[in-house]
Every structure is written in C-alpha cells, then in structure tokens.
C-alpha cells in the first residue's frame, strides 16, 4: 500500500497541518463552486455543464481532503466521478425518488423499519462530501429537524423486538461528538437494544473527522460496529488507514458497503484490487449493493448479469474474506445475488462448478 501521505492540493500549501488535519476546518472550507474547483484542476466542459445544471438540482460539496485525491487531468478520475455533478444527473426517467420506499416503511419520521428486529435511524441530513450516486439523494434535499430523534427513541422503547439500530443519514458523523453521544447514549439505555451500528463515508471523504477522542468515546457504546463505504482503492490511503486503526483500537469492528457503480469499480481487476486493499488496513468487506434505482444515478447502474459475472470472476483467485455478499436492495429487503455454481441437483446428488471450470459432483446424503 502506498504509506506516502496524500499530497494536498498545492492551492492547499499554506494551510498549515492542524488546520488542514482539523475536520471542522476540512468542511468550513469544503468546496462548492465552479471557482473552488477550477483552482484545482481544469474542469471538462461536460463537468462545467454539470456544475452548473445538476449542481443546483442536487447538493454538492467536496472535503479540500477528499479534492486532494482528484486527477488533475483525467476526468474520469474515480474520484471525480464520484464528487463532481454531472449533467446526466438530470436525465434519468426510470429513476425514483424514493426507490426502497423508505418512506412507506417509515413508522415515524426519519426511522425505516423494514426488519423484524432492526431498524435504520437517519440522524443527518448533511454529509462531508455528497455523493453523486447517492441512493438516499432525495433527503439530501431537505433538512433534517432536529427534534425529530425523540418520536424515533419513543418507538424504539416501545417495541422490545428491535434488538439492532443502525445509525446512519446523511452522515451521523457530520454531528459534534457531543450531539452523536447524547443519541448513542440514548439508544444505549435501552435494555433491549444490544448492536448499535454507525453508517459513515467519514474514513473516506473526511478520515480526520475519526479523532482519537471520538474513538475513544464511542467505545463507551459497545457493542457498536462501524460501516463505511469505500468505493475504489485510490480512496485507501495513509489517512483513511489511520481512521480505521483507531476506531479498531477503540474495538470498534470496521465494514465496507460498496456501491458497484459503472466507470468507477466495474472492472474485475479495479474492485479485487479495492476488495484486497480493504483486508489490508483491516476493513471487513461486508455488502456491494448492486445500484439503486435512484434517480440522478443512471449514468452509474449496470446489470444484474454484469455484476454477476464480476463477482463470479473474484470468487478462488482472493480470498473469501475479500468477497462481500453482492446483495440487491429492494423495498422488501436486501437480496442476496448468490454466484451460482449449482449445475444440476437432483435425487443422485448436486453437480457444480469450481472456480476454475471443473464440474464436480457431490453425492446425495441418504
Ligand atoms: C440494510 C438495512 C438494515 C441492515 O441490514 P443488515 O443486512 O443487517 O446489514 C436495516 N434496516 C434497513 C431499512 C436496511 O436497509
Ligand atoms: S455519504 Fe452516504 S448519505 Fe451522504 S451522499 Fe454519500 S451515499 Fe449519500
């Protein structure tokens, strides 16, 4: 792995290091505006156009941090991709707004509870960077009204099966460490809640925002997991590194849910080599969504069969632990798309198919 620290910016050269390492200052200075942008690389006429038309349908922002890691040159930067609006945002007529339809699944504001026993709490509406493909698009329109966490803990009290919270936004990270605490401690006395579970893009667009502090005061919540979603292996880098160390040494298991996103990881060599990266700074691959129909994002979704086909390409040449469940969010749960190496199963037995071409078969247990 590369151990060099990312390079800032040169715009970025006088900021001294507390200021640029201070996350509060990475989003005081986030960047927001073709002029912000221009002084860090030369911006294509399609990404002009972008800015310009999708940038005032859907929020944008851009951590100096997460800037850093843009080619100058290339505009199909993974990076890029991902951060810079785009104007096929706004031509996408088989996108939905809403397409889990959280919002039917959502017994008071801002809580989807789709699952027997766990429940997603969307404390944040803002995020450090926004990303384009993001699925949950629509709520980065609105803003998140701060009172309404108490009706969310109210349910959650009354109903004893729900034994999992996921944290998530927006990004729960966005919220002074006293603001997450006074939720997490809430959430914590409540006897029959025992996974406490945070989403956050923080290790990846705002690795500073992970302080030795935080980590520590989150371990006061075990057990709490962390999910993060790293999408390329250019975004592994010394800093985000070091964000998930700390939250490993605070005990705080670390995850990945990826996005297979077209032009960004749908190469076989892209996502085996991001997939490997992540079991090297000890980050457990946990999902890779298959795109969501969300509307802004066309220009990212792929097939089923492509996807299939990838994830059937990694399976024996990395390890196991490398490969995440390839899972299709819908409306009724997350489905996973299985790589199926079931030939035939029948009364004699079950017929497969190793990673390398070989058929085998297994005899049927009597
Ligand atoms: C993904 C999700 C969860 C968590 O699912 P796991 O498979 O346990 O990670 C919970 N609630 C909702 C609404 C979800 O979309
Ligand atoms: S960090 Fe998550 S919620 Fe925020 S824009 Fe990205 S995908 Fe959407």
Redesign the pocket.
């Known amino acids: 792995m590369n151990t060099q620290p990312t390079k800032k910016h040169r715009i970025f050269e006088d900021v001294c290091e507390m200021e640029w390492k201070n996350w509060r200052w990475q989003i005081a200075n986030s960047i927001h505006d073709i002029k912000g942008l221009e002084n860090l690389l030369d911006l294509s006429p399609e990404e002009l156009a972008g800015i310009e038309k999708a940038g005032r349908a859907f929020r944008w922002a851009i951590t100096p941090y997460y800037a850093s890691l843009m080619s100058a040159e290339d505009p199909n930067c993974p990076v890029r991709l991902q951060a810079i609006p785009d104007v096929r945002e706004l031509d996408d007529e088989d996108g939905l707004l809403d397409p889990?339809q959280?919002e039917n699944?959502s017994p008071v504001r801002d809580m989807?509870?789709?699952?027997p026993n766990?429940?997603?709490l969307c404390v944040s509406d803002l995020c450090m960077s926004y990303c384009r493909h993001c699925f949950r698009k629509r709520r980065t329109l609105r803003s998140y009204d701060k009172n309404d966490f108490a009706p969310a803990l109210e349910y959650i009290r009354a109903h004893e099966e729900i034994n999992?919270v996921?944290v998530t936004g927006g990004d729960p990270l966005m919220m002074d460490d006293d603001s997450l605490c006074e939720k997490l401690a809430a959430l914590r006395q409540i006897k029959h809640v025992k996974l406490l579970r945070i989403g956050t893009r923080a290790p990846v667009t705002l690795p500073y925002r992970i302080t030795p502090q935080l980590a520590k005061r989150l371990a006061e919540f075990h057990p709490l997991y962390i999910n993060t979603q790293f999408n390329h292996p250019k975004e592994i880098t010394p800093e985000s590194a070091r964000a998930v160390d700390l939250l490993l040494k605070a005990g705080i298991p670390v995850g990945n849910q990826s996005v297979l996103l077209k032009g960004i990881n749908d190469e076989r060599d892209t996502l085996k080599s991001l997939l490997e990266k992540l079991l090297e700074i000890r980050v457990r691959p946990?999902?890779i969504f298959h795109p969501h129909r969300q509307s802004g994002t066309r220009h990212f979704r792929l097939s089923v069969d492509r996807g299939m086909e990838i994830m059937s390409s990694l399976r024996g040449y990395t390890s196991g632990m490398a490969i995440p469940t390839y899972a299709l969010?819908t409306p009724h749960g997350?489905v996973p798309l299985c790589d199926n190496r079931i030939i035939k199963n029948d009364e004699k037995g079950t017929l497969v198919r190793t990673f390398d071409g070989t058929e085998w078969f297994e005899l049927k247990e009597e």
């Open positions: 889990l959280e699944h989807i509870h789709l699952y766990r429940v997603a999992d996921l946990y999902y969010d997350k």
